[in-house]
């Protein structure tokens, strides 16, 4: 009778766990599209056997107590997880780095609908037909019109680029802020999950799939290592930096700059705030970025590098040694366009006003006393006037912050002017895109640009010069390129090199897309739910209840049998 009525719980147990299992599968057939979600697996086992006549001498008699559901396994891959999180991170990384290499080909390319290069080339014609006739002033003119309008889109251009720095800087702080948003979720799932899987009977399972999903998605703002400890928890790295424990998140804050206000990522807890020092997140002197050093990760750190850490002009390119330049200005796409367009322009004003307006050397003693040895001055003996015959000859171009010339008068009487060195610590005193302006006076006065010579002929060697200068090979582009080119050149050269680097990342990322897209397909295969292998897993379970129903009809039927019978 004691079998008898055991078998009814072994048959108990087939219905229980045949239930559950129908469960397990029904749940995930309602997930098929939910994203991140992981397959659950019934594992079955034997419920433990009690034995009889442990004296025997032969063999034990053992009778089973049914099945039981040993765990639900909540399947992944963990070399499969860490692969396809590396290589994300490096994915977002280039396309980071590729959306701000075609942002800055559309701000030269289409700017209101016409190229930079227009401006330039319609700049280079007017001082053709300025040769024409300098003392025409129809040509003056134009040479006038076509400077500002050369001058108003480099400066858009420059304003475009600055602008788009700033968007940029804004992105950052936006993932500064998601990344601190999930790393105090995952602190708050590890809380949860420990707290749920603590006596051992339930596995989260909800929970880590909500982790999981953080973790793919932390994966593409910066480089992260993982490790799940014995309790269910997850501790994780940011740039090999403790980011998240079982009870703790250390968040990463902003240092923003007084004069750019660019935001930049730094490890409070790693830093000395009082004294101004900072443990910043990326290091990017220590070593070069290269997928062998696995410093290619990560969308803000691809982010921080195109935006660079300020606007850039011709001070951040001209005179620098390859090294410097490639750890500096080389690592950012923007700051790379904004120098090489600010030396552009650099040049090519100072070329145009050095003809409009030439300098020579000098040594004199001013009326005051004041000694000049070997300055620049107007070179009055080579140089044109306008009209008007105003001495110094002006110049096209003029800064913001300061005049050409100082008049000073020589202690013999002779009347000197001076040039003014650009100050290379205020813009405004710099002859870059920024700080410079056409000469108020040419937009007012006809007549007023340099065409005469001293007897009053019309200066056609300057002219000439002014053309001949377009043709001259006086410029390299950058520390990587030392081949002098001219101005024509070297702007075709500045935007194949900006073409050339926009290509190399968008291809790095096209290809890394497609990696990504493989590694995430093999993960789907582990965790993926598939309708077709879940129907098949309900009938199944829906057979092994019926069994376990028709076997407790049976012992039951045993049972009343025995019972009316005795």
Request: proline share 2%; with cysteine.
């Amino acid at each position: 009778m004691a079998n008898g009525m055991g078998s009814l719980y072994i048959g108990a147990s087939g219905l229980q766990n045949s239930q559950n299992a129908l469960n397990t599968t029904a749940n995930n057939l309602a997930n098929v599209e939910t994203k991140g979600y992981v397959r659950q697996q019934v594992l079955f086992a034997d419920r433990q056997y009690v034995t009889f006549d442990k004296k025997a001498a032969i063999s034990y008699q053992q009778a089973g107590l049914g099945v039981n559901i040993a765990d639900v396994v909540h399947t992944r891959n963990a070399f499969l997880d860490q692969y396809y999180r590396t290589e994300n991170g490096r994915q977002c990384f280039y396309e980071a780095c590729a959306e701000s290499a075609r942002e800055v080909q559309t701000q030269f390319q289409e700017l209101e609908g016409e190229q930079f290069q227009t401006a330039l080339q319609e700049f280079w014609e007017s001082f053709a037909e300025f040769s024409k006739g300098p003392e025409l002033g129809i040509y003056q003119t134009l040479v006038v019109e076509k400077a500002t309008l050369f001058l108003d889109r480099a400066q858009k251009i420059e304003e475009n680029l600055y602008d788009y720095q700033k968007n940029l800087n804004y992105k950052i702080n936006k993932n500064i802020d998601r990344i601190n948003e999930i790393g105090t979720k995952i602190r708050d799932l590890n809380l949860e999950i420990l707290r749920i899987e603590s006596g051992g009977v339930e596995t989260a399972m909800t929970l880590r799939d909500e982790r999981d999903n953080l973790l793919d998605e932390l994966s593409g703002l910066a480089k992260v290592d993982f490790k799940e400890r014995a309790d269910g928890t997850v501790r994780v790295k940011l740039e090999n930096v403790e980011f998240v424990d079982e009870i703790h998140v250390y968040e990463i804050k902003g240092y923003t700059d007084p004069v750019t206000g660019f935001v930049t990522p730094y490890w409070p807890q790693l830093s000395d705030v009082g004294r101004g020092r900072y443990t910043y997140m990326f290091d990017y002197k220590s070593g070069d970025i290269a997928a062998e050093l696995n410093t290619d990760i990560g969308e803000l750190k691809g982010l921080i590098l195109s935006r660079g850490d300020k606007p850039a002009d011709y001070r951040d390119i001209t005179g620098m040694d390859q090294q410097k330049y490639n750890d500096t200005t080389g690592m950012s796409v923007v700051m790379t366009a904004q120098a090489e367009l600010d030396q552009l322009i650099h040049e090519i004003v100072t070329s145009i006003n050095d003809l409009f307006s030439p300098l020579t050397t000098a040594s004199f003693t001013a009326m005051d006393g004041t000694r000049y040895n070997n300055v620049k001055v107007w070179d009055e003996e080579n140089g044109c006037v306008g009209t008007d015959g105003q001495k110094p000859g002006r110049e096209l171009f003029t800064r913001r912050g300061c005049d050409r010339y100082t008049k000073v008068t020589a202690n013999d009487g002779k009347v000197y002017y001076v040039y003014n060195e650009e100050d290379l610590t205020d813009t405004s005193k710099m002859y870059t895109a920024k700080g410079i302006e056409i000469n108020e006076d040419l937009l007012q006065l006809e007549g007023g640009l340099p065409h005469l010579k001293k007897d009053g002929e019309p200066a056609q060697a300057l002219a000439q010069a002014l053309v001949d200068m377009w043709d001259q090979k006086r410029q390299t582009i950058n520390p990587n390129n030392t081949d002098p080119c001219t101005f024509k050149v070297y702007y075709q050269r500045m935007i194949q090199d900006i073409g050339t680097t926009g290509n190399v990342y968008e291809g790095l990322s096209a290809g890394l897309s497609a990696e990504v897209e493989s590694l995430d397909n093999s993960r789907q295969q582990v965790i993926g739910v598939s309708s077709d292998e879940e129907l098949q897993n309900m009938i199944k379970y829906q057979n092994a209840y019926n069994a376990a129903s028709r076997f407790v009809n049976v012992i039951s039927e045993m049972l009343e049998h025995i019972v009316t019978r005795l």
